[in-house]
């Protein structure tokens, strides 16, 4: 019997990254996200590359009905979810506060911090039944430091480090495993999301440096569910090696 991965978010970047290291490991998996279209195109190439049964749930991680709905209504075939990886979010916009739109610290608060509750609060009572799970959540360097005009971002990120910390103590007692994994610059479709599509000042986020790239972050995923049972790798903080801090990158000067 193959483990099963539930992965948000897994139309793009980190989240589809994971998919494919998951489904290369062996794991049928549930993949998520709002993108049908390209849900259905990975369950299809993952399916015929690696073997593995694959389940893409299109629904909003900010919409608790959906989730409610989609997640207690798992066939009972698929409930036996071992990993959670909590990936999907996103940052809208880089101001101050003073100057920012009440919508944009919506999507941030609603897909980062509660859309991730409200999928750990369906998924987790599946694993507490099995006695056994572990869930990752994708934190970020912008939870462990704040920089201007991060604010919120930086806020929703701070709050993922405080739910996988008090999950963790919650879940003891079920043997479940709960961790985070907290990038620095990964080059996906992140920047571009957060700069609402001006692509000159997304590619800017990734010049003169080697960013991370998605699979650097599925290979750390990957071990972490690898490792024996009695190992948590509770906490990872992953930084492409030209970035010491959430804003000080060593950059190529032109001339
Ligand atoms: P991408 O934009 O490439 O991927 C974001 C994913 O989140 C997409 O699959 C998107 O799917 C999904 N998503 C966004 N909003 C929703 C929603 N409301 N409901 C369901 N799914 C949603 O960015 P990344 O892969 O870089 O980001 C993944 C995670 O990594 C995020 O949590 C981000 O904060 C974190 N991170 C990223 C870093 C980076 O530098 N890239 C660094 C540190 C952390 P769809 O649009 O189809 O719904
Ligand atoms: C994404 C990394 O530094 O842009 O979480 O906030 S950063």
């Known amino acids: 019997m193959r ?24 794991f049928d998996l549930i993949i998520t996200g709002r993108r049908g279209d390209r849900l259905n195109a990975l369950a299809e190439k993952l399916t015929a590359d690696c073997g593995v049964a694959i389940l893409p749930l299109c629904f909003d991680v900010r919409d608790s009905q959906q989730v409610e709905a989609y ?62 799970g572990h869930i990752i959540n994708i934190g970020s360097i912008a939870g462990r430091e704040v920089y201007a005009g991060g604010n919120v971002y930086c806020a929703t990120k701070y709050a993922v480090d405080a739910l996988t910390k008090g999950l963790r103590m919650e879940l003891l007692p079920y043997g479940i495993r ?28 990734y010049e003169g440096y080697e960013p991370l790239c998605a699979a650097d972050i599925a290979d750390v995923v990957a071990y972490m569910v690898g490792c024996p049972p009695h190992v948590n790798i509770a906490d990872v903080l992953v930084l492409p090696a030209a970035q010491a801090s959430a804003s000080l990158f060593e950059k190529e000067r032109d001339g």
Not at 180 to 201: E, I, N, Y
């Open 71 to 132: 997640v207690d209504g798992l066939p009972e075939r698929w409930q036996a979810v071992d990993v959670l990886v909590n990936n999907a979010g996103l940052a809208v916009e880089l101001k101050p506060v003073h100057d920012g739109l009440l919508d944009d610290w919506e999507r941030m608060i609603d897909t980062n911090l509660k859309g991730l509750l409200y999928v750990t609060r369906r998924v987790a009572p599946y694993m507490i039944t099995r006695r056994r």
């Open 178 to 205: 709960v961790s985070q994994v907290a990038p620095g610059a990964v080059a996906t479709s992140f920047s571009l999301v957060r700069f609402k599509g001006d692509r000159r000042r997304a590619d800017n986020v």
């Open 3 to 26: 483990r099963i991965a539930f992965i948000t978010g897994a139309t793009s970047g980190i989240g589809e990254a994971v998919a494919q290291r998951l489904a290369a490991d062996h």
